[in-house]
């Protein structure tokens, strides 16, 4: 049987599909409850510490509100300048200390393999919360969530991901976490920031169906799903094709004309501006219900990492 | 039958004298909880938010300690730069995210109308913990509240407000809320600190009578209540002025030889040395019994809002 | 009979013996109950102010662990600069308020007597989490409460403290408590930084034996227990005694061969270099140990001043 008592979180590639569907049916039931006004107390005496040495608003008051809609209670750094990192404490020794005070801990590092190493100190479930460029699976997971909830299935959809393909670590992970599912996936970028070879190579082997492209429009036509990120002018070597291309990256409600009926669109937030706001009232609009269902996913997550479900 | 269930404060000026009364009415019966040592479960199972996208410890903790003490729980940003502010997520968007979070959100923000442009954004209730030079709502509550519990009244009053008129929220708010009342308004500044006469108008129109003078002497004479605020050297065009004024607006004991007897003095807090501290242990010295009155106030609120009274 | 209820908890050398066995009795049961993994409420319906106007980890989070595990709530200010602090207010105004918000302050503070200065402006019980170069009180305890937990008793050892042994609080601090037992003190330091002559002197008038020296490994051969601190470079005045002696100071195992068999090695950490992380794995190496112990003995010093136990 599949179970998660004690296991960290670290990649969105350590899951099989058995697990991503426990975590899931855990989700829709503490969504139930919300819903249902229901109080719950699965983590009644436990502690989180939410651990994060880099900026975020929606990550740590996520996992913080999990966990006290859990009945839990929570203690935070949220300010790296504020603690010991500053006196030139190795984050093992942190950890170690950490590990003391809370039975489950949240971290966020600009380091890659922070959390992992943080999970190499500790006997307590370590739930990686982003390590830089790294990955980032917690925000895979609750993607993987909404577009089930949004579309009712997640074999036979058609996803396409927008954007900085080369260095964001969301859509990363997401592809990673979707291999798992039947899905054709569609990547949409400039030539200069495509998504990683290996990744691609990885994703064949695993008999995805992927398709390379930088035309926007296109893949509208074709995709049951649309996951924007943010693409940076300074990522561009070459300015000329940030400028023929910086519009066409932007998400508008007139690019969506060419979209299938049906379509949905996400995006991890904060967004810039590459949705224009007038996308927020489009019915497939998904990306303030995907920040939402962060909560459920969380509380899954928390609940079943301290065997309390 | 008044009810605030769903409503956000944003403005000292939102109020009925009704809207007022339960408020007030609502917060004794809170205090008389507390010094009972009862413990209260209104808000059990309620997230508050607190977000301050400027310092503040009184504002802040005081509305943490009253969700606590209502048995509910408390998620915060203490810090912009810890937060995806510093990523240029619009505030909209960011609210946006934290209505999944929270039941109720408490904001401060160096903008002028920002609280009114989270509220727009969600429909959980928001109240306005500063917005800039704007508006102070909570503030003004408890400087009412306070009034009445150390005078018994406030129709009837004499009350002076001292220091810097032109640019202070908390006068602003403050006279807005007694114009609900019968009292007597004396604005005691340097000239070029003066009340806006906008708002002097509006306090006319509404029927307050109200006087402007220079001569803290001369309205201590008259006041029952002293609203003392502090002046800043460098809010003076002319420092000629700065060098005459400045000793007569800070209180001492001596100055006080010329107040009414029962005079009570009040300030928002922080002071720096506008109240000598030789003035603490005078009996009408009221500030520090004014910031306790904080807690039962917000606890008010926050129970009011949530409809969990 | 001893009783701390209302006490505050300022100066290691404020203490009774009977006093610290009664908080290291609590400690215990507290423990106890921490292992059997009980919950508790010693502290339902209070609120602990945690005031750290100095970066810290270990100490904050460890008193918020043992508030939580009481069954108490948090309200907290990790970073100065988000308070009210950084607009001019005095430190007995920031606890004339705070007092209304909490039962229990917790403060750590750049200055020296800050923590007593805080305890003259309220009547809550206030606890120093350290005040700049002075006192470290619960450091103290936990250090004591370890030592007996690890070799079972305190009469009776040779007690060797390393490294800066000037400006070194937790070392100043350890020994004025210990000195309320039967033990012999080992000073290892460099000459430009032993201990204070006039903590000496008082040691020597309280009957304390004690030694100084330079030699690391002379002091290994005879002492229980090794309590270990960082000495920086810049303390030195003389740069080629710093090079003479640096390596000395470095505990590896290679070091420990010289020490006695049951030998505890103790550090308050964070270490930056001090410790080699090949000791981490050495049996008597106690300060991760060390960092544990310092729930159970918060958590008695917050039921105990708050009368909850």
Do not use: W
């Not at 008051?61 to 929570?74: K, N």
């Not at 993607?143 to 058609?158: A, N, P, Q, S």
């Not at 169906?209 to 036509?221: G, H, I, M, N, R």
């Amino acid at each position: 049987m599949v179970d998660l008592k004690g296991k960290d979180i670290l990649r969105a590639d350590q899951f099989t599909r058995d697990e991503v569907e426990l975590i899931i049916k855990t989700a829709q039931k503490f969504e139930d409850s919300l819903n249902k006004g229901r109080m719950l107390d699965n983590c009644r005496g436990l502690i989180l510490a939410t651990l994060f040495f880099e900026p975020s608003t929606r990550t740590r008051l996520s996992f913080e509100t999990a966990m006290l809609r859990l009945g839990g209670q929570v203690i935070t750094v949220a300010d790296p300048q504020s603690s010991s990192v500053s006196k030139g404490e190795s984050l093992h020794d942190t950890i170690k200390t950490v590990e003391n005070y809370a039975d489950v801990i949240v971290l966020r590092h600009p380091k890659i393999g922070a959390a992992a190493e943080a999970a190499a100190a500790t006997e307590r479930p370590v739930i990686n919360a982003g390590d830089g460029a790294g990955q980032h699976p917690t925000q895979s997971l609750l993607d993987v969530y909404t577009i089930l909830k949004e579309k009712g299935t997640i074999d036979g959809l058609t996803i396409a991901c927008v954007g900085d393909l080369k260095y964001g670590r969301t859509v990363h992970s997401l592809a990673e976490l979707l291999s798992l599912y039947k899905v054709r996936l569609i990547f949409v970028s400039p030539i200069s920031l495509r998504m990683p070879a290996e990744l691609i190579n990885k994703l064949k082997e695993k008999g995805v169906p992927t398709e390379e492209t930088e035309d926007l429009k296109e893949a509208l036509k074709k995709s049951d799903v649309l996951y924007m990120t943010r693409i940076q002018k300074e990522r561009f070597e070459d300015q000329t094709e940030y400028e023929r291309l910086k519009g066409v990256y932007i998400l508008t409600r007139s690019v969506l004309k060419d979209a299938k009926k049906e379509i949905i669109i996400m995006h991890p937030l904060p967004r810039v501006n590459e949705i224009a706001t007038d996308v927020d009232s489009y019915e497939g609009a998904a990306y303030f219900r995907q920040v939402a269902n962060g909560v459920p996913v969380r509380m899954a997550l928390l609940a079943l990492v301290t065997g309390r479900i």
